[in-house]
């Protein structure tokens, strides 16, 4: 088996490493590189860059996960993939703590360094955990959502799909974060948040709505 990342970028190198990490302990891949369609180099990091029909072709299995920070990308690179026949799994870093009662949705879903997912958690497929994240007990996290590191989660949080956390925001437990909601870096949230809202500050507060999904133009 060998283990594709898709999108040779800097997520792209932090997932390799992770990548790295598990196969010294498992020996489960045969070769890790990454897939790309935009880059013209075709050597990226420590490994090779090959266009995603090419690895259609190859005779070994391929699995994947998505290097992509932004909910809407993750969820349509997910999709291509699948369309390829290329399947997603989870890819975790020896260093998390995850609970014996936490739930893994489905495929996709990548923890970076020392994050921590507590009792009776549920993720999401495709969702990204970045290092150093808290997911408390109870918290619901829809498909697709992105942690940036440091991020803070209360107990029994109701979070939808495509959701984003910037770096080190704080949420209060009992709380419902609605789909597609952009939480803006440190931003400490106190109350619920409505889909598509972009919340900054502390406490937070509805900077605006968002309407295309995008993160990093807001």
Avoid at 68 to 73: V, W
Avoid at 79 to 108: K, M, Y
Wanted: hydrophobic fraction near 45%; charge should be negative; proline fraction near 3%.
């Amino acid at each position: 088996m060998q283990l594709a990342i898709y999108g040779a970028g800097s997520l792209g190198k932090k997932l390799y490493d992770v990548a790295l990490r598990v196969n010294e302990r498992e020996r489960r891949w045969t070769d890790i590189f990454f897939i790309d369609d935009i880059r013209q180099e075709r050597q990226f990091y420590l490994s090779r860059v090959h266009r995603l029909t090419e690895v259609q072709q190859m005779d070994e299995p391929v699995e994947a996960v998505v290097a992509n920070g932004t909910p809407k990308n993750r969820k349509k690179m997910a999709a291509i993939l699948r369309e390829a026949g290329i399947s997603l799994i989870n890819l975790i870093d020896p260093s998390v703590i995850i609970a014996p009662s936490a739930v893994f949705t489905g495929g996709g879903i990548s923890i970076l360094s020392y994050a921590t997912v507590s009792s009776d958690a549920v993720v999401g497929e495709n969702t990204l955990i970045q290092p150093y994240v808290h997911i408390s007990h109870d918290v619901h996290v829809g498909a697709n959502s992105v942690f940036s590191a440091n991020v803070a989660l209360g107990g029994k949080l109701q979070i939808g799909e495509e959701c984003y956390f910037g770096l080190g925001a704080t949420v209060r437990e009992n709380l419902t974060i609605g789909a597609r909601a952009i939480i803006g870096m440190g931003a400490v949230v106190l109350h619920d948040v409505d889909c598509d809202s972009v919340m900054v500050g502390n406490p937070a507060h509805v900077l605006r709505k968002s309407a295309t999904g995008e993160v990093f133009h807001t």
